[in-house]
C-alpha cells in the first residue's frame, strides 16, 4: 500500500506568483492543484451576475451555500468550472477582482469556501495556494512554504503581465494598489496573511518562476514527508 502522498500549503502575498509557481510545482510532483482564490472569485462572478450588492452578506453567503465549484485539467492547463460552466476567464476580469474582497472576508463564505477547500484536500497529494491555507484550511499540512517578494519586484512583474496580455496599466498605480491590498490582506477579520506556524519563508525577489520552482520542488522532495512510495 503507498503512503499518503503529503499537501503542500503554499501562501504569500498578492503577485508574487503563487498561482503559476503552485500549478507547475503540482504538475512536475504529480500532485492535484487547487486555487483556492479562484473560489472566492467564483462566488463574486456569481453574485454579481445574480444582481446582489456584494456587502449584502447574508445573500451573497446562502448563494455561496448552494453553488458549486470544481477545477478540471483540459489542454495542459487548469479550468475553474462553476455551476457546470467554465470560468477561468471570466472571474479574472477588473470588475470581479475589485468585488472579491467583501466576499473574501464574509466570514459564512470563508467558512464554506474553507470546507470545500478541506474536502478537496483531505486525502492529500494536492498543492493548494492562498492566503491563508498553511494558518487555517490546512495547519497540519506536511509541507507549508511562504512564498514572498519585494513589493516593488511583485508590483513590476504584475505591471508587466498586464502589458503583455494587452491591457493598459500604470506602474505607480499598480504598486499604490499593491500596497492597499497588502495592507488589507494583513488586518483581515477572517483568513489573515500571515506567516504559518513551520513554514518554511522563500523569498522570489530575485529568482526567476522556474528557479523559484525548482527550489520548491527541491524542498518538497527532500522534506521527510516525501517518499519513493509516493512518487
Same mark, same amino acid.
Given at each position: 500500500?503507498?503512503?499518503?502522498?503529503?499537501?503542500?500549503?503554499?501562501?504569500?502575498?498578492?503577485?508574487?506568483?503563487? =498561482?503559476?509557481?503552485?500549478?507547475?510545482?503540482?504538475?512536475?510532483?504529480?500532485?492535484?492543484?487547487?486555487?483556492?482564490?479562484?473560489?472566492?472569485?467564483?462566488?463574486?462572478?456569481?453574485?454579481?451576475?445574480?444582481?446582489? !450588492?456584494?456587502?449584502?452578506?447574508?445573500? $451573497?453567503?446562502? +448563494?455561496?451555500?448552494?453553488?458549486?465549484?470544481?477545477?478540471?485539467?483540459?489542454?495542459?492547463?487548469?479550468?475553474?468550472?462553476?455551476?457546470?460552466?467554465?470560468? =477561468?476567464?471570466?472571474?479574472?476580469?477588473?470588475?470581479? =477582482?475589485?468585488?472579491?474582497?467583501?466576499?473574501?472576508?464574509?466570514?459564512?463564505?470563508?467558512?464554506?469556501?474553507?470546507?470545500?477547500?478541506?474536502?478537496?484536500?483531505?486525502?492529500?497529494?494536492?498543492?493548494?495556494?492562498?492566503?491563508?491555507?498553511?494558518? $487555517?484550511?490546512?495547519?497540519?499540512?506536511?509541507?507549508?512554504?511562504?512564498?514572498?517578494?519585494?513589493?516593488?519586484?511583485?508590483?513590476?512583474?504584475?505591471?508587466?503581465?498586464? /502589458?503583455?496580455?494587452?491591457?493598459? !496599466?500604470?506602474?505607480?498605480?499598480?504598486?499604490?494598489? +499593491?500596497?492597499?491590498?497588502?495592507?488589507?490582506?494583513?488586518?483581515?477579520?477572517?483568513?489573515?496573511?500571515?506567516?504559518?506556524?513551520?513554514? /518554511?519563508?522563500?523569498?522570489?525577489?530575485?529568482? !526567476?518562476? !522556474?528557479?523559484?520552482?525548482?527550489?520548491?520542488?527541491? +524542498?518538497?522532495?527532500?522534506?521527510?514527508?516525501?517518499?519513493?512510495?509516493?512518487?
Amino acid at each position: 500500500m503507498s503512503a499518503r502522498k503529503p499537501i503542500i500549503a503554499i501562501d504569500g502575498p498578492v503577485g508574487v506568483g503563487k =498561482s503559476s509557481v503552485a500549478a507547475s510545482l503540482a504538475e512536475r510532483l504529480g500532485l492535484v492543484y487547487i486555487d483556492t482564490g479562484a473560489m472566492y472569485r467564483c462566488v463574486t462572478l456569481m453574485a454579481q451576475r445574480a444582481g446582489l !450588492s456584494l456587502d449584502d452578506a447574508e445573500a $451573497v453567503a446562502e +448563494l455561496a451555500q448552494r453553488i458549486g465549484i470544481h477545477f478540471e485539467r483540459r489542454d495542459g492547463g487548469l479550468r475553474v468550472i462553476c455551476e457546470g460552466e467554465d470560468v =477561468s476567464e471570466a472571474i479574472r476580469a477588473p470588475e470581479v =477582482s475589485r468585488g472579491t474582497s467583501p466576499v473574501a472576508d464574509n466570514p459564512a463564505v470563508r467558512e464554506r469556501m474553507v470546507a470545500l477547500q478541506q474536502e478537496m484536500g483531505r486525502a492529500g497529494g494536492v498543492v493548494m495556494e492562498g492566503r491563508d491555507i498553511g494558518t $487555517v484550511v490546512f495547519p497540519n499540512a506536511e509541507i507549508k512554504i511562504y512564498l514572498d517578494a519585494d513589493p516593488k519586484i511583485r508590483a513590476e512583474r504584475r505591471h508587466r503581465q498586464l /502589458i503583455a496580455n494587452g491591457k493598459p !496599466s500604470d506602474f505607480e498605480k499598480t504598486y499604490n494598489d +499593491l500596497m492597499e491590498r497588502d495592507r488589507r490582506d494583513a488586518v483581515r477579520p477572517v483568513g489573515a496573511l500571515r506567516v504559518a506556524d513551520g513554514a /518554511i519563508v522563500v523569498d522570489s525577489s530575485h529568482l !526567476s518562476e !522556474s528557479e523559484v520552482i525548482e527550489q520548491l520542488y527541491h +524542498l518538497a522532495t527532500n522534506h521527510p514527508s516525501w517518499t519513493p512510495s509516493v512518487c
